[in-house]
């Protein structure tokens, strides 16, 4: 079993930066091959995928509506996977959920967009932003 938890949500105002994390422990990163990503919820909204990279972070894939101002990274010494947040909107208000997706070895490259397919998920960390 994995548990993420996340940090670095709070409030800020439109056009400032965040950097959540998503700590990993039980199965590490750096034991355990795993492929992240980040989703968030806005009230009264479905989830919807934000980013992913693959255990090997030599993958990476961003939403349309988030790319060229978010970025996603890992650190799997640290057990840690970040979300760089630049140029925040106010639609950017959700709580953000990182997952982690068990993969084989061989498998090094694999992301996902689907929530689905992620076999463990963290409480979420609120992100707020201010007009």
């Known amino acids: 079993q994995a548990q993420l938890i996340e940090s670095g949500g709070g409030l800020v105002q439109a056009g400032g930066s965040l950097r959540l994390s998503c700590a990993a422990s039980?199965?590490?990163?750096?034991?355990?091959?795993?492929?992240m990503g980040w989703f968030r919820q806005a009230p009264g909204a479905e989830r919807e995928f934000v980013a992913t990279?693959?255990?090997?972070?030599?993958?990476?894939y961003h939403a349309a509506s988030v790319k060229g101002r978010f970025t996603i990274s890992r650190d799997n010494a640290k057990n840690t996977v970040y979300l760089q947040m630049n140029t925040l909107k106010p639609e950017d208000t959700a709580v953000y959920y990182c997952?982690?997706?068990?993969?084989?070895?061989?498998?090094?490259?694999?992301?996902?967009?689907?929530?689905?397919?992620?076999?463990?998920w963290g409480q979420g960390t609120q992100v707020t932003v201010s007009s």
């Open positions: 997952a982690a997706k068990s993969v084989g070895t061989t498998y090094g490259n694999y992301i996902s967009t689907r929530g689905p397919d992620y076999d463990y």
């Open positions: 039980g199965r590490t990163l750096s034991r355990y091959p795993m492929a």
């Open positions: 990279i693959s255990w090997n972070g030599g993958t990476l």
